[in-house]
């Protein structure tokens, strides 16, 4: 079976600078997936025009800059992240020749041989965060898978965790006797559900 080699990372978006280029559908989609997951985060957006979505998400969160002008070089000096979504293919590799001249991290949209990294679909529950990637085969089923898995895990859940946050601020003893107790007290979240016995008329 072919496997997936890209290798998942969280980003603290509110500690790092994100420019997109291109204020359409695709980038007002991109914006809104990072606000989303970080509405703190610090987004710029460089295009000729702009969605009016785009520019009401601007007026929500104050951490969004529009900029409405052409795309120059200079639009890259220090951003850590790169997003080219405009309808201009030649345009788009240009930006990705200039990121990687800076060595700033790209993604051009739907455009996997220009990425050097990729959006994930992206399933929320309180703390816990699951990012799910088809390795570009099919970001339809990430979307479905996403739906699926957002139903299927309870709510509840994120008491779970906040719970064991608090046992292990409590636990005594060293990394390795912490390790262990952890471990035993969520055994139970991997145990193999106890056999139903049937029931006697
Ligand atoms: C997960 C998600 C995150 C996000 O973008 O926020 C995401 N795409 C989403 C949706 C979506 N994108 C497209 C459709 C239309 C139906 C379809 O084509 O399937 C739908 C479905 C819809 O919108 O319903 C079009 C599309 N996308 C790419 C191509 C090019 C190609 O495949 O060659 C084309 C064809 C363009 C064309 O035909 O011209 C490529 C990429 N899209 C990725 C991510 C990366 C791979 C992730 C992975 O490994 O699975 C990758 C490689 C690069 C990137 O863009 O980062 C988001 C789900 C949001 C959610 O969870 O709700
Ligand atoms: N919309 C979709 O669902 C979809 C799906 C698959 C692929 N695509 C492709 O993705 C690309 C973007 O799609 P879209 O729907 O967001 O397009 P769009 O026309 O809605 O937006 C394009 C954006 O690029 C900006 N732009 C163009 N030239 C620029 C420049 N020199 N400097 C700065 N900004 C510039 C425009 O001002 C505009 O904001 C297109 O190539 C499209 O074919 C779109």
Partial sequence: ???????????????????????????????????????????????????????QLAKTFHNITLIEKPFSCGDLLGKDLVIAATNDRAL?????EKAKASKVLINVADTPELCDFYLGSVVQKGNLKIAISTNGKSPTVAKRLKQVLQEAIPNTLDEVLNKLHIIRDK??????????????ITEVLVAPAAEETPKED
């Fill in 171 to 184: 636990l005594k003893g060293d990394f390795a006797a912490k390790v262990k107790e952890l471990n035993k």
């Fill in 92 to 96: 788009n590799t240009c930006i990705w």
């Fill in 1 to 55: 079976m072919e496997e997936n080699h890209l290798f998942p990372v969280f980003f603290k978006l509110n500690r790092l600078q994100v420019l997109v280029v291109g204020g359409g559908n695709i980038g007002h989609e991109k914006v809104n997936a990072m606000l989303q997951n970080c509405p703190e985060g610090n987004i710029t957006v460089v295009a000729i025009t702009f969605l009016p979505e785009l520019e």
